[in-house]
């Protein structure tokens, strides 16, 4: 399975992006699908991730209310909606992809990962 993300720019504080992560070479509907960060100098970070049915999700504290994570089956696409973005956002976003039996499940680690999306918030 490959992982292709995009949507990865920079954004001044206040503003918003929306990333996208293609999934091609496996079968998507058996992902569980999630969103991690890396900031300059620090570990990677679980941001969101969202179940095989995408009716369940969960996020790390500092990004509720803010980020949105959803899924459409038809384009192999994870997406992650970006608002009210922060300097403290600034990181470089991967999306992440397990296969898992429960389709109701979300998770914070994972198998497979893309090469990532370079975001920048400027103050």
């Known amino acids: 399975v490959q992982l292709g993300e995009s949507g990865g720019g920079t954004v001044q504080a206040g503003g918003s992006l929306r990333l996208s992560c293609e999934v091609t070479g496996g079968t998507f509907s058996e992902y569980v699908m999630g969103w991690f960060r890396q900031a300059p100098g620090k570990e990677r970070e679980f941001v969101a991730s969202?179940?095989?049915?995408?009716?369940?999700?969960e996020y790390e504290d500092s990004v509720k209310g803010r980020f949105t994570i959803s899924r459409d089956s038809a384009k192999n696409t994870v997406y992650l909606q970006m608002t009210t973005l922060k300097t403290a956002d600034t990181a470089i976003y991967s999306c992440a992809a397990k296969e898992f039996m429960l389709v109701n499940a979300t998770l914070r680690t994972f198998d497979h990962w893309g090469q990532g999306t370079q975001v920048t918030v400027s103050s």
């Open positions: 969202i179940s095989r049915s995408g009716t369940f999700d």
